[in-house]
Every structure is written in C-alpha cells, then in structure tokens.
C-alpha cells in the first residue's frame, strides 16, 4: 500500500453529504443507501457523515513516497518572461566579464601610480575584504532572491528607501555616457593601427601632428673615439615622448583648458557612433542570450595580458617601476583622496552600486549557490587589477629609465595612461603593430563587455519599474536609450571633452555619489530589513546560512568603513585636477550638481514617501521599513527545508507516534 503524504487524510476516510427529506422535512436519516435515491432532489438538507475506513494498514506496509515540491508556476511564468541563464557557468562568466574590465586595465594603474603606488594597494585591500567581497555578495544574492535589478532592489525590502535604486540608476546613467567614450578612444587606436600596418604611428616624431617639443630619443651626435658612433638620448624638461604627444595632439587634439572646448574630433564621432552601435547589437535580446559571447570576452583579456607581462619584466628599468608599485608612500596616507580613490575603485571594479550585479543575479534559477561565484569573481578581479598594475609600473619604470628621470615623473598621471604606456611596449615587441591590434582589440572587448553590462542594468532597472509597458518594446526601448546616451556623450569628443570626461569621472559616476549609494544600501538591507532575515534568504536559496564573516561585515564592518571615509573626504576634500591643469570653479560647480543628482535621490524619496503615505507618522515609518517584495520566488520552500528532503528518522517518528498515516482502529470496518 502506497500513500502520498500530501494525501494521507483523503485516503483514510471517505464519506457523502447529501440532502434529502423524506416526508417530514425536520426528519433527517443517514441512510447510505437511500442517498443515491434523492441525489437530483433540492429539497434535500444536510445529513449525518458517514465515515467508511479503508482496509485495515499494518505500519509494515506503509510505504512513504516523497514527491519533490511543486513546481510554483508563477515562478515558472517570471522566468520565462524575464528570462535565465542557460547555465551555471553563463553567470559565472557574465560575473568576470561585468567586473573584469577597463577598471581593472584602464582605471586602477592610473589611481595607483597618482596615489604613491603601494599606498592606494594597502587601502585597495583593506577596502577589497571589508566593503567589496561582503557587498557583491550582498547585491548578487539580493537580485537573485528577488529576481530583480538594481533599481527596484532595496525599495523592495525598504520601501522608503527606494531612493537608493534611484540614485543606482543616475549614476549608472553617468557612468554609460562616458564609459563609450573610453572605448570611442581605443577604437581610433585599433583602426589607426590596422590603417598604417606594418608601421606603428606614434613610433616617430616625424609625423603632422608632432609639435617641436616632441622628443624620440634617436637624436644622434657622432663620435670618433674608437671609430664608433655614440647614440645619446638628450631630452628637454618640456618634451615629450612619440606615444604622448600621439595621446594629446592626434587621439584628443587636446587644448590649454575646460573654458576652451575646440572644435569636434571627427574621427572620435565616428568611432563613439560605432562603439554604441556595437553595443546595442550584443544587447538587443537581453543579457541571458549574451551568455555565450561572455565567455570569450572574459578570457581573451588574459592571454594578452599575460604575454604582454612577460615582455614589461624584462624591459631595462621596470624594476624601478615595480618598486614603487609595492613600496608605500605614507605621506599619501593621510590624504583623502588617496582613501577615496582606493575605496571607490573597489567598488567600480567590481561594479558595486552600479545595478549591474543585481540584475545578472536575477537571471539566476532561485536555488543557484552564488557564494562560489562571488568569492571566484572578486579573486579574480583582484588579480587582474594586480596584473594590469604590474605590467603597467613596469613600463613606467623603462620610460623612466629611457628619459633619466624619476618614476613619478615619467608622464602625467591621468585617464589616458592606459594609451601611452601599452603602447610604449608593443614598440619594444617583433610584429609590435600585430600586437597593438591584438591589444587594442582586447580593450574593445572589455570595454564593450563591460558597457552592454552596464547598459543592461540600467535597461533591466527601468523596465521592472513598468513590466508590463516597456517588456513588449524592449528592443525598441533599447535602442532609444542608447541613441540619447550617444548624444549626451559627443561633448566628449571635442578637443577639450577629456576635461569634461575626468569631470564626469570623478563627480558623477566614482568617488563620494557611488560611496554614499553604497553605504545606504548596505544599511537598508543589513540594518533595517534585518541582516539575519538577509542571511535566512541566502540559506533558503543555497541551503547554508552565511558565516560569521558575511553577517559582521553586513552589518558593521562595511558600512562603519565606508562612512569614515566618506567623512575624511568631507572634511578634508581636494579639487579634482586633469594632469597639472586645474579646473575653473564653474566646473566644479557643474560637477558637484552631477554629485547631487544621484544622492538627492536618497533622502528625498523618503521624505516623499513620508508625505504621500496615509496614515499617522508611526504608521506611515512601519510601513516604510516593511518589506513589499512582488516577485513570487521567495515563496519557494528553502533548499534546505523538508519540502525538498524527508529522512528515514522523519518516517520513524511519524509510523511510531501513530499519526493519521496509521489508521485508528476506531475507523476499521468491523464488517
């Protein structure tokens, strides 16, 4: 005999109600065998229950089936329409794709060398353990809980907080319209170089856009000593190499300051028209049918990185470089901006608060473990920010050894390091045009990995605010949104646009607006919505609750750490400079407006929601704090729960308590 647990009362007893009367209507009889007889008749009224008990179990004979739980159909449904990953290692992969790009290869060698080097790596990693492992986790787990973005994240678990997804989204905004403009830049790079194969351009100082000042190294004074002729490198103080003056005169076509803009750089236009059109082709059908093209993306980098590192090592002076690469600058410490840049940097390379994170997170199935998967990715982020920075030094230590200068003095620190330094080697490689392509071309990749991404999150973000609205035009929706980030982002290709870009950069999408976004979301999901509740959500996905390292950092160490720094910076704040070149007060002013465009969001939301609540003030705070989560996936029965598994001790105690899966003697047909 075989009997459903779901079952086990419908099989033990059955019985009929039926209605009848049989002359006096008052009368009622329980009498099985009539009742067949007055079924069709409406003026039957209730009768007595018969129970019939089946035959009789012996507890040797019950045998315990257990199904696994239903499948929760609105679920299914959700899934369906938002769409999921195909596969474990799609997410893993879209994870290092998303988190393992330009910040890491353009972003952190440049913070780093302007920051003293070992300085901004001992706060990297202070920052690394206590802000950015315990929140990635954080938002990935959060997005998969609710199968949501990053704009909806937090106001689903603090409703008066929903501020916080606003505030994701304007910077994301921010970040989207000059993120393309990096990678308009490296493709100029990319099709200059296949234009003028076998030749590299910035190799000489012979070409139309040199000035006077420009200087490489081949000058030549003959000797007769010996009957050898003597090769001396003689270098002004106001000179620079082929490779800068190729950056700012020909890439940029730079000019004296942010007042004077310039005219356009056209073949910047065209290569940011092209960088946006890619990225939309990629994006067009949602980041799960992108799966497939992270994988590449996210290896290719490695294979050019690596070979790349082998050749800077071994360049004459890179142990120089590589020295101030490790060795601390303690009076940095004690600047803020050193604090704020290695912080935030967390942050960007990871793409914290960016809402990216949240919404690869929802196109997990519910029960994914995405611990591994975080702890994977931040490992490998890291290490890739370190490679980036150790083949960067040490190019910086041979430029610096060729010009007989100071490592720190080598060139100016600034958002296009990136372009002199690698380029500077791949002079020094056989087939050094071959290897500029392959360079520039890996750029493109992650850059564009990074920016459909991210462009993805401001997508999915928008669109879970109106499903219903934008799902069906999604691909129409899409391709607006990214024609007005096109348009807000040709200013940048002026000759003075990378003043407007390193603006942009520091006030808008980095720095004290993604500090303060980040702080308030670890509050509102640690704080108020209650970090054992969160840690009760991650075991009902993955089955274990979070250790203590993950509940102490939710809770204390990553918010108490982000608001000191935040506090340090206030206090002691520095303006943002382009190299040597200061910016005009109006453009601070411009750039604190883009600061507060995001943080308003935060505190003006709650005071929002506090007037257009009814009710009294403690009413309208309790539901403010009160979870309002719509998605149907955390009514999924826990990983770890009976609806998933029931043992043979669970059995046991059910067959020897008697329970109702044994029948009662009482009920047993004596017949």
């Known amino acids: 005999m075989v009997l459903d647990v779901q079952d086990q009362a419908q099989s033990l007893v059955t019985g009929k109600i039926k209605k009848y009367t049989e002359g006096d209507p008052t009368r009622l009889r329980s009498r099985p065998d009539d009742m067949d007889r007055h079924d069709g008749d409406d003026s039957e009224e209730e009768a007595p229950i018969q129970f019939k008990a089946k035959e009789t179990l012996e507890p040797a004979d019950i045998k315990l089936r257990i199904d696994p739980p239903a499948a929760d159909t609105s679920v299914e449904d959700d899934d369906a329409e938002r769409g999921t990953f ?15 790009g330009l910040g890491n290869v353009w972003r952190f060698p440049y913070l780093c060398y302007k920051n003293g080097g070992g300085t901004f790596l001992l706060i990297y990693f202070i920052a690394m353990f206590a802000c950015g492992i315990p929140v990635f986790f954080q938002e990935v787990a959060a997005g998969q809980y609710l199968g949501t973005g990053g704009l909806t994240m937090v106001g689903q678990l603090v409703p008066i907080l929903q501020g916080v997804g606003y505030a ?16 308009a830049w490296t493709l100029f790079y990319l099709i200059n170089t296949i234009i003028n194969i076998p030749e590299l351009p910035w190799r000489t100082c012979d070409n139309p856009w040199n000035t006077p000042n420009c200087h490489d190294g ?6 007769t000593s010996e009957g050898l002729e003597a090769l001396h490198s003689i270098r002004p103080n106001d000179s620079k190499s082929p490779v800068e003056e190729y950056w700012d005169e020909k890439v940029l076509g730079i000019t004296d300051g942010m007042d004077d803009l310039g005219g356009m750089q056209w073949g910047l236009l065209g290569t940011l028209c092209l960088g946006w059109i890619t990225v939309y082709m990629i994006i067009w059908k949602g980041l799960h049918s992108s799966g497939k093209i992270v994988w590449f993306t996210a290896l290719f980098p490695y294979f050019v990185m690596i070979t790349l590192l082998f050749r800077a090592v071994t360049l004459e002076g890179a142990g120089a470089g590589l020295l101030l690469y490790i060795t601390p600058d303690w009076s940095k410490l004690w600047t803020s901006e050193c604090w704020i840049d290695s912080a935030t940097q967390i942050f960007f390379a990871y793409s914290i608060g960016t809402g990216a994170l949240p919404a690869l997170g929802s196109y997990n199935k519910f029960y994914h473990n995405c611990v591994k998967d975080t702890v994977i990715t931040c490992l490998v982020n890291t290490a890739t ?29 600034g958002p296009g390091l990136v372009f002199i330094t690698y380029p500077e080697v791949v002079l020094k490689l056989p087939g050094g045009s071959i290897w500029a392509i392959i360079f520039f071309f890996m750029l493109v990749t992650i850059g564009i990995d990074s920016e459909f991404c991210l462009v993805e999150s401001l997508v999915t973000g928008i669109v879970d605010m109106w499903p219903e609205q934008l799902r069906p035009i999604r691909r129409k929706f899409t391709a607006g949104l990214c024609i007005l980030l096109f348009l807000l982002g040709v200013p940048m290709v002026t000759q ?41 959500c991650v075991e009902q996905m993955t089955g274990f609750l979070p250790n203590m390292y993950w509940i102490v950092c939710w809770s204390a160490i990553a918010p108490g750490v982000m608001g000191v720094i935040f506090i340090f910076y206030c206090v002691q704040w520095e303006p943002v400079k382009y190299g040597t070149v200061e910016y005009p007060n109006w453009a601070h002013i411009i750039g604190f407006i883009m600061s507060f465009s995001s943080m308003i969001w935060i505190p003006g939301y709650a005071l929002y929601w506090m007037y257009t609540t009814r009710g009294s003030i403690r009413d309208r705070w309790i539901k403010g704090i009160t979870p309002d989560i719509k998605s149907n996936r955390c009514k ?32 047993v047909n004596q017949d």
């Open 86 to 100: 195909g596969n474990k290692l799609d997410f893993l992969f879209s994870c290092i794709s998303v988190s393992v």
């Open 168 to 183: 994701t989204m304007t910077i994301v905004f921010w970040l989207d319209i000059y993120y393309c403009i990096i990678i």
């Open 218 to 223: 081949l000058s030549k004074t003959n000797s």
């Open 385 to 413: 920010c370190l490679l980036a920075g150790t083949v960067t030094f040490s190019i910086l230590g041979h430029m610096a050894f060729n010009q007989g200068v100071d490592v720190k003095d080598v060139v100016n620190s």
């Open 496 to 536: 003075g646009g990378a003043y407007i870009f390193q603006l942009m950069d520091f006030y808008g999408a980095s720095g004290i607006p993604i500090l303060w976004c980040c702080f308030f979301q670890t509050i509102s999901i640690g704080w108020i919505f209650g970090v054992n509740k969160f840690a009760g």
């Open 636 to 667: 999924l029965a826990s990983k770890s729960s009976d609806a998933h598994m029931m043992n043979e001790s669970s059995a046991r105690l059910i067959k020897n308590q008697g329970s109702f899966l044994t029948p009662n003697p009482s009920f």
